[in-house]
Structure formats: structure tokens, C-alpha cells
């Protein structure tokens, strides 16, 4: 779970670099990096659905909602490369994103341990 949360939080720095220079980096490494950022955001997918009778319901939900709207983006994105107006934003998003992870396995240990 640690080295879980270590590389998440790699992301997000990352994430916002790519935001600040959308144009810097290659096709290929802007597809691992979204691929990547899916992969990461399904283990909480995951656990917010085995976990949503413990939850707080809004909470879950807006979470399972934003998290659902990145992994399609990010996956489409992760396949057709380049070339996606206004894909800064998206990096954006996937920084923001990678802090829900966080926020979600660090601030809410009773819910997360309670599968352990």
C-alpha cells in the first residue's frame, strides 16, 4: 500500500509539469503517462465500490463519478496520442485526481482497513 500511495504521489508533480508544458514531451511518453494514471486510479475504483456502504454516499459518489469520467478520458487518450484540444486541463484533472487517492487511503484509515 505504501509503494501504492509513494507512486501516486509521483504523479501528481508530474501531472502538473505536463499541464504547465503540454507541448514538451513526446506522444509516447504523454500515452504512458495516461495509461499509467488510469492504472492508478482503478484500485480506488475499486475499493470506493467495496467499500460504499461504509462511506458517506455524496462523498462516494462524486469521487466514483470524477474517477469514472478520467479512466475513459485518460484511456481514449492513452490510445489515440496527441492532438486533444485543451489537454492541459486534463492534466489538471489527473494531479486532482491523484490527490483524491491520496486523500482517500490517508484520511480515511477505518473505511480502508476495514477490508484488511
Known sequence: MICYLV????LIPVNLWAAIT???HSDLSMQILHATSTL???PLLASLWIQRKHLNQLTSFILSIFLCVMVVINTWIAFMGMGV?????DHL???LAAMSVEAYF???PTAASEKA
Do not use: D, E, K, Y
Open 7 to 10: 507512486f501516486c504521489s509521483l
Open 22 to 24: 503540454p507541448h514538451l
Open 40 to 42: 492508478i486510479l482503478l
Open 85 to 89: 484540444r485543451n489537454g492541459w486541463i
Open 93 to 95: 484533472f489527473l494531479a
Open 106 to 108: 490517508l484520511f480515511m
